[in-house]
């Protein structure tokens, strides 16, 4: 199982409390992308210490993802990751947000084939680091992705993870399973399913129905339920002290938050950040949830928080 890309949520400081509570649960990240439009990428200082190997000491294994379309930024970013040691890269070509595909980056690449193969020309290469990608069905248009597998299939790529929507659907919808199902055996590199994995039921159900499905990508089911990754392992596990292990890993993850960030403002943003989806994991309701999103003051939204740990 690998832990989905998730900006803002699966920096280092996650992966690292994620490690510590549940060792060994998830074998491999991908980071949240670089983006090579932000400035003096070789010292986007901020970004690369995600992947700082000193920084990643105890923390889930990560491949580094790189969101943008310029080949001269991306081999030397990609490079610049394989002095760290990184052996392999992720390139984004599924980020939704509309200013983003606006310029044909993330999934606004999809419907561009020729410049999909023209940046891999120029790219692969160079690149010292292996790739993988990373990609939605299409922008607009399910047929897109039909055009896009036989240049993908032209390059040494190390696998291709397929998140089944297209980018104009943001999060919307049911992941497109049935499509899923029709390019899966059209790629040459192995191919990893992501969306909607709740379950570990999810989880097997989907190896059932596409057993080639070389892995599992999991995003947002991870911080709903900690312990998802036990259950994609073994789904007759016991699950009776699943809601102990989360309050576990939130409370970890609340200290961390109030360690690392540097002012009560930001401290309070983080965890409301990470709030709205792990709250998911205690046995409250939405309507308590939703007290701690009204609070703005540090001290009240963690002594609310550590009641509902109890
Ligand atoms: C808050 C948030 C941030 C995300 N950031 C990234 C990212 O940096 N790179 C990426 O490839 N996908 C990103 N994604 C998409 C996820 O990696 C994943 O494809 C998506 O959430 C579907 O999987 P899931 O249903 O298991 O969550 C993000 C998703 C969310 C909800």
Redo the contacts with the bound molecule.
């Keep these: 199982m690998i832990l ?6 699966t920096e280092v400081m996650f992966r690292r409390v994620y490690e510590e509570c549940f060792p060994g649960a998830i074998a491999l990240a ?1 980071s ?2 670089f983006s090579l439009t932000h400035g003096n990428l070789a010292d986007a200082t901020e970004k690369i210490e995600d992947v700082l190997p000193e920084n990643n000491v105890g923390a889930i294994p990560v491949i580094p ?1 790189i ?1 943008g379309k310029e080949p001269y930024e991306f081999i030397e970013l990609g490079n610049r990751l394989f002095e760290l040691g990184y052996r392999e890269v992720n390139w ?1 070509m ?2 939704p947000m509309r200013k983003v595909a606006a310029k044909h980056r993330g999934s606004g690449i999809l419907p561009h084939p020729d410049e999909v193969r023209s940046i891999l020309d120029a790219v692969v290469p160079q690149l010292k680091p292996s790739l993988s990608v ?1 990609v939605r069905l299409g922008l607009t248009d399910r047929e897109e992705i039909f055009r896009l597998i036989p240049v993908l299939n032209d390059f040494p790529l190390r696998s291709v993870t397929v ?1 089944p929507r297209l980018g104009r659907q943001q ?1 919307n919808g049911h992941p497109d399973l049935d499509t899923f199902g029709r390019v899966l055996p059209l790629f040459k590199a192995p191919v990893v399913y ?4 709740l379950t570990g039921a999810d989880a097997s159900s989907i190896r059932r129905r596409f057993p080639q499905v070389a892995d599992i ?5 991870v911080l709903y339920r900690p312990t998802l990754p036990l259950d994609i392992a073994d789904p007759s596990r016991d699950t009776s002290d699943d809601r102990a292990l989360a309050a576990r890993f939130i409370r970890r993850l609340l200290q961390e938050i109030l360690s690392v960030m540097p002012s009560d403002q930001a401290r309070v943003r983080k965890i409301k950040e990470y709030w709205c989806l792990v709250w998911k994991a205690l046995p409250i309701s939405e309507m308590q949830a939703r007290t701690v999103l009204h609070e703005e003051k540090l001290t009240i939204v963690e002594k609310m928080i550590c009641q509902f740990l109890q």
Aim: with cysteine.
């Design positions: 989905a890309p998730m900006q803002g949520l991908v949240p992308f993802q969101l984004n599924g980020c990373k998140h999060y992501n969306g909607d994995i990508m999991v995003g947002r089911g």
